[in-house]
């Protein structure tokens, strides 16, 4: 058992949820199966949608809409403006969006108002409205009423002005204001009910708005010339109080320039480049003396060595001579002792003579060093004189350098103070030019006229759109509608999420409440009224698809619990009312009627459903056989046709432990006992998610076919519960999906799937299970 447990935990971990979208592609077979499965809903909305497009196109009040287009055009100012330094494009579309902005304005739409008087229009004032107008209206006034913001201040407002508030707020509604693509074309329109007054609006507007231009451009213009002509008097005086006073100090302090600079800068400055150069003399001499000098610490010797650094420079040939001699005769040397030894006379001579050449080797060397000497003592004399002098021209100069400071602030004040004196005249010349040139930077290219056909609403749009929102929205209702899917449909989902077999489909049966209701037929009484009964369902019907399913979980039993002569078979279900105990009725009595000796056990002690529906009568049962010690035997019913023997149980109101009466010795030999009489012993079991009766039953049990209902079972509680039930997971025989709707089964499956075909199998199932209504 624990072999097989693991073995079904293998199975469903190489099966997850998760792994259902491992293939990182569209799966357009899957997407038409959804879409021909919600095909229904999108239709049913796609209609709703145009229903409601036609009845606002019924109820809409038609609207004429006027247009007139305004180019702005700068040529027409070019001899008055100075072109503009910012970009072209910049310039081009701030400019379009400034007078889109302007012809949006409220003070634009009241002079529109006051122009043609559409204060005193009634039929402006008041326009007709469709009724989506005025169901918006009244929810507006509602929402005003709960709405925390304040009224608008009308202090100080006539009512004559508030009207034409009112007015522009309303022409400021119906008015749109559209660049023509990316020209300078504005195009203006103005919607009404009214088709004359459209006409007269739109035009007004463009009049108006060349009027604002020009006398935006005038007015500017004149409150520019007048501030420039003041400021230019204060900055004229400031310019020449400024000059003034730079010369003043000028002459005070002293400070005259030749070549224009100061005669104390240019001392300084001649004295500050002798300085230099007779540092960088000091330098060099000083690097010569040391490096002579460091020579001669050496010694004779090591002199000798490092005369070859110095052979080259200036002034020491008579080194380089000496160095020459000396390896001449190094060299004869080696060459004598290599022959005759170190001791011949010769080797002694030369080793003399080598000796003295060294010496006087040294000897130049300390005269060229000592030479060395006085020229960096003289060059560190010439440095100190010049820099005592730079102290000196520099502190000649302190007192005239803070003087300078001062005075060219001066100069840069003047200066600064004229070139603004300069901008200020330029620009007063330009304004009192622009003043006379009152041209206007725009002109209206298309004059509005009266519209004759309506321009809302636009019937074969409106229709389209809702023609296509009733679409998106029929898409996104079938888009929850498969989210919201949780069920089991097809036999695949069986195999894939719980890697159990699947055992087939059972349609939902009609009349199954009567067949529950109809007594069974017993030996040794009285037949009861010719009707199909909950256990003859499949009997009665042996070329049904019910029955199939039922031979096929024979064969899966056969199959898997091959080898025991006694087979003891569970059926389960994960939650209530899922049919399953129609099912283990209806298997029993299959089995029986094939021959097979078979006894079904209602083990739905608290709940015994079996029994109930069988119209049972009878005080003894499952529970007494169990708890008292009866003979089982003396609780046993046989059914009259297919001699099915049925063990069904009596209500108790206060049995509270059924999973121990189930889990007992006393169940237990009553199976035992069983078993050597029966081939098959069917027990109908509690629901396994809210009670734990199956489970204590579990180790009793040869196998458990499972029970879920077709589109009402959820995949992952059943997942859920099998793993968590590891005595009944590795015995489940497979799982029967009951109550399917056979004519919405295909909309479930992909092409290549048996469900999909399973209309061409109909004519190998002739029998429909049908229950005789009860008449009354």
């Known amino acids: 058992m624990h072999q097989g447990n693991q073995l079904f935990n293998v199975r469903l971990a190489g099966s997850p949820e998760g792994q259902a979208h491992a293939d990182n592609f569209i799966d357009l077979e899957h997407l038409m199966t959804i879409a021909r499965r919600q095909a229904k809903t999108v239709a049913i909305t796609a209609g709703v949608g145009l229903l409601l497009g036609i009845i606002y196109i019924v109820a809409a009040k038609p609207g004429y809409t006027a247009a007139t287009s305004i180019l702005l055009d700068d040529n027409l100012g070019k001899f008055a403006d100075e072109p503009s330094p910012a970009p072209a494009n910049a310039q081009t579309d701030t400019t379009i969006l400034s007078q889109i902005a302007i012809l949006k304005s409220a003070e634009l739409a009241e002079k529109v108002v006051r122009k043609e008087k559409l204060d005193q229009n009634d039929g402006f004032m008041n326009p007709p409205r469709s009724i989506f107008a005025t169901a918006i209206s009244t929810m507006r006034s509602i929402v005003g009423l709960f709405s925390s913001s304040k009224p608008a201040n009308t202090d100080g407002l006539s009512a004559a002005d508030l009207k034409i508030e009112y007015a522009a707020s309303l022409l400021q509604s119906n008015v749109d204001v559209q660049r023509q693509g990316r020209s300078f074309v504005i195009d203006l329109t103005y919607t009404s009910d009214d088709a004359e007054l459209a006409g007269r609006i739109a035009k007004a507007y463009a009049d108006v708005y060349l009027s604002d231009q020009l006398d935006a451009n005038f007015d500017a213009t004149q409150r520019a010339t007048v501030w420039l002509q003041g400021r230019l008097n204060e900055l004229k005086e400031s310019s020449q109080a400024a000059a003034l006073e730079t010369e003043r100090f000028r002459a005070a302090n002293g400070l005259t320039a030749a070549k224009g600079a100061l005669v104390s800068e240019q001392q300084l400055s001649d004295i500050n480049s002798q300085l230099i150069l007779a540092q960088a003399d000091t330098a060099r001499a000083r690097a010569l003396y040391n490096q002579y000098k460091s020579i001669l610490a050496s010694g004779p010797e090591g002199a000798v060595n490092n005369a070859a650094v110095v ?13 020459a001699r000396y390896l001449t005769i190094t060299k004869r040397e080696q060459e004598i002792v290599s022959r005759f030894g170190k001791d011949h006379p010769q080797a002694v001579s030369l080793r003399t003579e080598e000796q003295d050449v060294s010496r006087q080797i040294f000897q130049e060397l300390q005269q060229i060093t000592e030479s060395y000497r006085n020229q960096y003592e003289a060059a560190q004399s010439r440095e100190t004189s010049l820099r005592e002098g730079l102290e000196n021209a520099t502190g000649k100069t302190s007192v005239a350098n803070e003087a300078l400071v001062h005075l060219r602030d001066l100069e840069q004040n003047a200066q600064a103070l004229t070139n603004l004196y300069q901008t200020y005249l330029g620009r007063y ?45 029929g898409a996104g209702i079938g888009a929850w509608r498969e989210y919201r899917e949780r069920f089991f449909r097809v036999g695949e989902d069986v195999r894939s999420l719980l890697g159990v077999k699947f055992l087939g489909f059972v349609p939902k049966l009609e009349g199954i409440t009567e067949a529950k209701r109809t007594p069974v037929a017993l030996e040794g009484q009285p037949a009861p009224p010719a009707r199909t009964n909950i256990i003859r369902l499949a009997v009665d019907n042996p070329s049904s698809q019910f029955a199939e399913t039922l031979r096929n ?18 059926v389960v279900s994960v939650l209530p009312h899922e049919g399953k105990t129609t099912i283990a009725a209806n298997f029993a009595g299959l089995l029986a009627a094939k021959g097979a000796k078979t006894l079904l056990i209602d083990g739905d002690l608290r709940n015994p459903g079996l029994s109930r529906a069988l119209s049972l009568s009878t005080q003894r049962g499952l529970v007494k056989a169990v708890m008292d010690g009866q003979p089982w035997q ?32 006393g169940m ?53 519960i099998l793993q968590s039930e590891t005595e009944i997971a590795p015995k489940i025989l497979g799982l029967v999906l009951n109550k399917v709707d056979m004519k919405r089964l295909a909309k479930y499956s992909s092409y290549g799937s048996s469900e999909h075909f399973m209309e061409r199998y109909s004519s190998y199932y002739l029998d429909t299970p049908r229950v005789t209504p009860t008449k009354t």
């Open 311 to 323: 052979s080259d420079q200036s002034g020491t040939s008579v080194i380089g001579t000496l160095r």
């Open 429 to 473: 010349q330009e304004a009192s030019q622009q003043q006379s040139f009152p041209i206007a930077k725009a002109r209206v290219i298309s004059v509005a006229s009266t519209p004759t056909d309506p321009s809302s609403p636009k019937k074969k749009l409106a229709l389209a759109a809702s023609l296509l929102l009733g679409l998106f929205a």
């Open 553 to 570: 979980v024979k064969i899966a039993a056969d199959v898997v619990l091959q080898g025991k002569e006694s087979k003891v078979i569970g």
């Open 634 to 665: 003396n609780s046993v019913k046989v059914e009259n046709k297919t001699k099915l023997a049925i063990i069904p149980t009596v209500l108790h109101r206060n049995l509270r432990h059924t999973s121990e009466i189930l889990s007992s010795q």
């Open 668 to 720: 237990k030999k009553l199976l035992d006992e069983a078993r050597t009489v029966f081939d098959y012993i069917v027990v109908d079991l509690p629901p396994l998610g809210p009670v734990v009766d199956a489970k204590a039953f579990a180790p009793m049990a040869d196998g458990f076919v499972m029970v879920a209902e077709w589109g009402v079972t959820p995949r992952a509680l059943v997942k859920t």
